[in-house]
């Protein structure tokens, strides 16, 4: 089977950096994605690691370490609007496995 | 680009009936598409992929008679829930596989079903 484990609730401030850490099991998988959603609405695709490395999408990185089975996710510039849940996945060839997901709380 | 669409947004429907979800790829055609339900403050749990004519591929303990798939066209599939219970009220939300990329994945807005 595949599981995902994630920290249920992180609370950082605004203007500063969080890093959401993820490890998982798995007999396999194409990748690690990261999914945010925020109360009420529908997951948004925030990025993917198909490789082992840090990949970087504006305020947003995603690092990968298959030999650690490890992910996480960092926000940089924290503002008031990241305030959400953000899911890492287990990225299949055409399927997704949600983790269990981390709420995040930005506060002033 | 790549928007996906439910209708409804939200339902309440008394025990015993039956309610039809809609999930519509607006701009782009979607072979694939995916249900997923999700309690409150809990993960997305995946119920079934929905294949464009053919049969749904349901996850292990997700009932096919209850929730019935239809994927009629390339951007159309309907979720049914049958003789719905109490318990089957939550958060039901679809996606579709993008066109550029296989790993990202459109999530509709979700349908919110409450059964009395």
């Known amino acids: 089977g595949q599981s995902l484990e994630q920290p249920s609730e992180v609370t950082a401030v605004e203007g500063a950096i969080v890093q959401i850490n993820c490890t998982y099991q798995?007999?396999?998988?194409?990748?690690l994605s990261w999914y945010q959603q925020h109360d009420g609405g529908a997951p948004t695709f925030l990025s993917y690691?198909?490789?082992?490395g840090l990949e970087e999408t504006g305020r947003f990185s995603s690092f990968l370490s298959r030999s650690d089975s490890y992910g996480y996710l960092l926000l940089q510039e924290l503002q008031m609007k990241d305030s959400a849940s953000y899911f890492c996945?287990?990225?299949?060839?055409?399927?997704?496995?949600f983790g269990t997901g981390t709420r995040l709380t930005v506060i002033p | 680009g790549a928007v996906v669409s439910q209708h409804p947004s939200w339902v309440i429907c008394k025990s015993g009936t039956s309610v039809k979800i809609e999930c519509r790829s607006l701009?782009?055609?979607?072979?694939?598409m995916f249900w997923y339900r999700q309690f409150p403050k809990q993960s997305l749990m995946l119920m079934a992929t929905?294949?464009?004519?053919?049969?749904?591929?349901?996850e292990q303990g997700v009932e096919k008679d209850k929730f019935l798939i239809n994927h009629a066209s390339l951007t159309l599939s309907t979720l049914t829930v049958t003789s719905a219970h109490p318990e089957d009220s939550s958060f039901y939300i679809c996606?579709?596989?993008?066109?550029?990329?296989?790993?990202?994945?459109?999530f509709g807005p979700g349908t919110r079903l409450t059964v009395t």
């Open positions: 929905s294949n464009e004519g053919s049969k749904a591929t349901y």
């Open positions: 701009d782009f055609q979607a072979t694939t």
């Open positions: 996606s579709a596989s993008g066109t550029q990329s296989s790993y990202e994945q459109y």
């Open positions: 798995t007999s396999g998988f194409y990748g």
């Open positions: 996945v287990l990225t299949g060839a055409n399927n997704l496995f």
């Open positions: 690691n198909a490789l082992d």
